[in-house]
């Protein structure tokens, strides 16, 4: 990897442009929210925990060298004022690949850093580590998106594999923009691959009003106002590896636009 930090202005932090920084890493562990119990006068034990990853840590360990305190000093001053806490949220990117990975980001938070000073016989050297942590814990690819006029009982494919490089995606929480052709008070809306359905009921929902339920957040706007209220049964749906079947029931007819970022562990 070669990698670059984005802070929320779109500023760019590129570790490789530094002069006489070299940096290395480990590739973070993925862990999931899984332990065994054992059981008590029987044997073995029982798996306990909801199967989702934990966050990742991604330390990165540097050395710098530079003719004076001041040189290096001004480097790891860069560095810590980048990741300013009025600049969150931040994305890691890598740029290694342009082809596939110079698309990818994964979210982070900044811990801090820790310099330790020596010198040598000619230079100041710097050794120390950058602590960050991916919080997802993937690599995203920017948003996709795909939209499709619905009617009753129709069935709608959408894969969020990266069938060009033959990759496939871990899962996607996909952005729905909805809009109907008639008033519509009443229709469900199912992931037939994994049987994740939400129901939306609202007696006001007209051609004139539009419905974003952001399966990523948990969050359902109606016109821009926060109405969680119109999912009245099921839970937020989310996308699987490969092909998902979405099926509409209700009427009149719908468009739905979803927005989605394919997740890859990578």
């Given at each position: 990897?070669?990698?670059?930090?984005?802070?929320?202005?779109?500023?760019?932090?590129?570790?490789?442009?530094?002069?006489?920084?070299?940096?290395?890493?480990?590739?973070?562990?993925?862990?999931?929210?899984?332990?065994?119990?054992?059981?008590?006068?029987?044997?073995?034990?029982?798996?306990?925990?909801?199967?989702?990853?934990?966050?990742?840590?991604?330390?990165?360990?540097?050395?710098?060298?530079?003719k004076t305190d001041l040189e290096f000093r001004k480097i790891i001053n860069n560095i810590v004022v980048f990741f300013a806490s009025n600049k969150r949220p931040f994305v890691m990117r890598?740029?290694?690949?342009?082809?596939?990975?110079?698309?990818?980001?994964?979210?982070?938070?900044?811990?801090?850093?820790?310099?330790?000073?020596?010198?040598?016989?000619?230079?100041?050297?710097?050794?120390?580590?950058?602590?960050?942590?991916?919080?997802?814990?993937?690599?995203?690819?920017?948003?996709?998106?795909?939209?499709?006029?619905?009617?009753?009982?129709?069935?709608?494919?959408?894969?969020?594999?990266?069938?060009?490089?033959?990759?496939?995606?871990?899962?996607?929480?996909?952005?729905?923009?909805?809009?109907?052709?008639?008033?519509?008070?009443?229709?469900?809306?199912?992931?037939?691959?994994?049987?994740?359905?939400?129901?939306?009921?609202?007696?006001?929902?007209?051609?004139?009003?539009?419905?974003?339920?952001?399966?990523?957040?948990?969050?359902?706007?109606?016109?821009?106002?926060?109405?969680?209220?119109?999912?009245?049964?099921?839970?937020?749906?989310?996308?699987?590896?490969?092909?998902?079947?979405?099926?509409?029931?209700?009427?009149?007819?719908?468009?739905?636009?979803?927005?989605?970022?394919?997740?890859?562990?990578?």
């Amino acid at each position: 990897m070669r990698l670059q930090f984005i802070d929320k202005n779109n500023s760019v932090l590129d570790l490789n442009t530094i002069s006489n920084f070299n940096y290395t890493y480990d590739f973070p562990a993925l862990e999931l929210r899984n332990s065994i119990v054992e059981r008590l006068s029987i044997d073995g034990g029982y798996e306990t925990g909801d199967h989702t990853y934990k966050s990742r840590k991604f330390p990165i360990s540097f050395t710098l060298t530079a003719k004076t305190d001041l040189e290096f000093r001004k480097i790891i001053n860069n560095i810590v004022v980048f990741f300013a806490s009025n600049k969150r949220p931040f994305v890691m990117r890598d740029t290694d690949n342009p082809s596939l990975l110079s698309n990818m980001e994964a979210k982070i938070i900044f811990g801090g850093i820790k310099p330790k000073f020596k010198e040598g016989l000619e230079l100041r050297v710097c050794q120390g580590e950058i602590d960050i942590e991916i919080i997802s814990p993937f690599f995203e690819y920017p948003a996709a998106v795909v939209a499709n006029t619905f009617s009753n009982n129709e069935i709608f494919n959408i894969n969020i594999d990266d069938v060009v490089n033959n990759i496939k995606a871990y899962n996607a929480y996909p952005i729905m923009t909805i809009t109907t052709a008639s008033l519509n008070n009443d229709f469900s809306i199912t992931n037939n691959t994994n049987n994740l359905s939400m129901r939306l009921q609202e007696n006001n929902f007209t051609p004139s009003d539009t419905i974003e339920v952001d399966c990523y957040n948990g969050q359902i706007k109606l016109n821009n106002q926060i109405k969680n209220r119109i999912m009245t049964s099921g839970s937020f749906i989310k996308f699987e590896s490969g092909s998902n079947a979405i099926l509409y029931q209700g009427t009149p007819d719908i468009t739905i636009s979803f927005s989605y970022r394919s997740r890859f562990i990578l």
